[in-house]
């Protein structure tokens, strides 16, 4: 069977039952890679993760879904029409589709591709060029394999991972279907004609209606797997042993296609693995990214140098990474090759706030904090980062209404974070709560990870990662001896409980107490590891959400009674595809189809411009609707001079309510900018 997702839909639904329309629907035949391992990592690395997605099949020609066997439910016919007007119009295209597509990966078509970079343009002015407290980097994909020893991914970025015992196929072990009926069980079977016998157990649920020798026939293919010859008929004759029978209500223990018992959840990694040079061994293994900010780490101490910046200060970095998902779903939203946009802003540990100002800063609990303040510790910066990423996103487009947010629970948190806050949107397969709210899924975390980064990266790469601050070593020369005394205690108590968590297994308690002495010590001689604050966003999980969030069906009704209902995507001006549309009246008048073109020109070094001279101009129109194009200049007869006082003028046309006015072509690049910046 192929497997494979596109538009949040598995493709794996032949087994419902419906079978693939003849050529018809999508076959992202890539399975997710033999690879489980017995490894125990701790519990905080695993990513706990959810949203649903359901079995359907695409239809390339239409680009909509079938949904199989279940009720369509309205929300996913939203994401229906959003797919196909994507293949339409060319937002996105399914990643290799001639050959069937490859499953978790999307390429961008024309007016995608305008939106992604305008999307990481004001990503990039908004976080780097704007302010004077961060740089930019633009680093490698792939990297020592070392970095990713020492940030923990080699060992622990994984999945929790069930496996259908019948068929051997995988699922997320926080995804389960939950499913109700018969349990029917064994505790073994037999074979009479040889007299091979087993003593395993196994389950299979029955579903209302179904007939009990179904759930036998899969019993016995179960236990002949490995042992019996499922060519000949013996392993149709197996005798099965210690049948019982159990009543199930909302069982997550059974895989929602086969209806066979799921292993013991077991961790998946995650990064996809490939190998430097000529020689496939073991010493050259490397990896794609998984994230961009490790990168901004091992960096950390060349940007400092080279960049004039002083803690606090952040690095930045849009760029691509690779996760091998196990499910892709939801369209782009979980892919398997997509962008990041990173901040790691470094600041102080609120211990040398204290030793330098007295007193960390305290901030409302809620809102935005203002402008940052010297004397802020972590959590205020942590808030101001949840805010200003808040305004980025309401400065785009999204309201605030549209998104949620997640505090991170204390069992959430991985071990060295202090908080982690998820800034949601609410996407059209968003899941509803038992009152109907919808809280939404990710677009952005924002995490206060303590100084455990840079840490790593020190104990791992023998390079100290630690800052000199003469402004903490002249104030702690002034303190008194009981404030010295706490502020050493706290600081040398953080870091032994991070060295203690973090070491390596040949590492005493006493070696630990001795480089936590030392790191306390060193605080005291204005020596200390900043911590961070990372606002991580993914750019293509925002592309998703701008096109969830702008796609809005205009009805009309034309002279004759006829009515039709119309694609308007109201992107925000300044992440819109095309800025304008440009449009002589008539395509036949050279002395318009000219001054059209000279308006184009005019326009085209400073935005993205769309000249279209072709069909009427209500159909000209209606295409840039569609583009999500805010305004559109159309050069009429007046712009001719036919009305001498509007001579050099052009009707312009708003997208979003179809109001006209006339402005003149002298003032027109001013007036579009002032919009679209
Ligand atoms: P999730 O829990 O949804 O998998 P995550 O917490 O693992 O996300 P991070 O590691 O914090 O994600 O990555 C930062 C951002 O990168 C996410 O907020 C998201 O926008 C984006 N991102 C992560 N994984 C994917 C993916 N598979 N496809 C698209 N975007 C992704």
Redesign the pocket.
């Known amino acids: 069977m192929t497997r494979g997702w596109a538009g949040g839909i598995s493709l794996t639904a032949w087994s419902c039952g419906t079978g693939p329309p003849s050529g018809a629907a999508y076959a992202f035949g890539i399975d997710f890679p033999e690879q489980l391992t017995n490894t125990n990592p701790p519990n905080q690395w695993f ?3 959810g ?1 649903a997605g359901r079995m359907g099949t695409l239809n390339p020609e239409t680009g909509n879904w079938k949904y199989n066997n279940m009720a369509e439910p309205k929300e996913n016919l939203q994401m229906e029409k959003i797919v196909s007007l994507c293949k339409r119009r060319g937002f996105v295209f399914p990643s290799s589709e001639i050959y069937g597509g490859i499953n ?1 990966f999307w390429d961008y078509g024309p007016l995608g591709a305008e939106l992604k970079r305008n999307v990481k343009d004001l990503w990039w002015n908004a976080m780097i060029r704007q302010r004077e407290d961060t740089a930019g980097l633009e680093a490698t994909i792939i990297m020592s394999p070392a970095i990713w020893k020492a940030s923990g991914h080699v060992d622990t970025f994984a999945d929790m991972m069930r496996e259908c015992l019948l068929t051997k196929k995988r699922v997320r072990a926080d995804q389960v279907e939950p499913q109700s009926g018969t349990v029917y069980r064994w505790t073994g079977a037999e074979s009479k004609t040889s007299g091979w016998k087993s003593t395993k157990n196994f389950a299979v649920l029955l579903r209302k209606g179904e007939n009990p020798e179904s759930a036998r026939k899969k019993a016995r293919e179960f236990y002949a797997q490995g042992s019996i010859d499922l060519a000949t008929d013996e392993w149709t004759q197996l005798v099965l042993n210690g049948e019982s029978t159990a009543t199930a209500t909302d069982s997550i223990d059974f895989h929602p296609e086969s209806c066979a018992e799921l292993s013991e959840a077991r961790p998946f990694k995650l990064m996809f693995k490939t190998y430097v040079g000529p020689v496939e061994s073991e010493d050259s293994v490397a990896y794609l990214r ?2 961009t900010a490790q990168a901004i780490f091992v960096q950390f101490k060349n940007v400092l140098e080279t960049s004039r910046q002083k803690v606090p200060f952040g690095i930045g970095q849009i760029g691509k ?1 690779f ?1 091998n ?1 196990v499910t ?1 779903r939801n369209y ?5 090759e ?3 946009m ?1 901040m790691e802003f470094f600041i102080q540990p609120d211990e040398v706030i204290e030793a330098i100002y007295g007193s960390v800063a305290t901030v409302p609990a809620t809102g935005h904090p203002g402008e940052p303040q010297p004397n802020w510790g972590w959590q205020a910066w942590h808030q101001y980062w949840v805010e200003e990423r808040v305004r980025f996103y309401e400065g785009i487009g999204l309201a605030r209404t549209t998104l949620g947010f997640h505090r991170q629970t204390p069992e959430e948190l991985a071990h060295y974070a202090r908080a982690c806050t ?1 800034i949601l949107y609410q996407f059209p397969f968003s899941k509803k709560d038992a009152d109907g709210n919808v809280a939404g ?5 924002i ?1 206060a990870r303590s100084d455990f980064d840079l840490s790593q990266h020190q104990r791992f790469s023998g390079k100290p990662m630690g800052v000199f601050d003469e402004a903490l070593r002249t104030a702690w020369g002034k303190l008194p001896k009981e404030k010295q005394d706490d502020l050493w205690k706290r600081y040398y108590e953080n870091r032994k409980k991070y060295l203690t968590k973090m070491a390596k297994p040949d590492e005493t308690p006493e070696q630990i107490q001795k480089q936590a002495t030392e790191d306390a010590n060193g605080l005291a001689k204005g020596q200390y590891i900043p911590h961070v604050i990372e606002p ?7 592309i998703l959400a701008l096109l969830a969030n702008a796609y809005t069906e205009v009805a009309k009704t034309d002279a004759k009674g006829r009515s039709e209902t119309n694609v308007v995507m109201k992107f925000h001006p300044r992440v819109a595809p095309i800025k304008v549309g440009v449009m002589p009246l008539l395509k036949n008048k050279p002395e318009l189809v000219q001054k059209a073109l000279a308006v184009r020109d005019l326009l085209r070094p400073w935005m993205n411009v769309y000249y279209d001279e072709t069909g009427s101009i209500g159909r000209r129109y209606a295409r840039q609707d569609e583009a999500g194009t805010p305004f559109c200049v159309t050069i009429d007869f007046d712009s001719l001079g036919e009305k001498p006082e509007l001579l050099d003028t052009v009707t312009l046309r708003y997208r979003d309510d179809g109001r006209q006015e006339r402005l003149k072509i002298s003032e027109l690049r001013d007036w579009l900018l002032a919009k679209i910046r």
């Open positions: 990513r706990v993760r949203s978790g998984p994230e990474a996760r998902e892709p782009t939203f979980r892919s398997r997509f962008e990041q990173e998820d899924d990710e677009l952005e975390g995490a991580s966003a993914g750019v293509d999980r925002l």
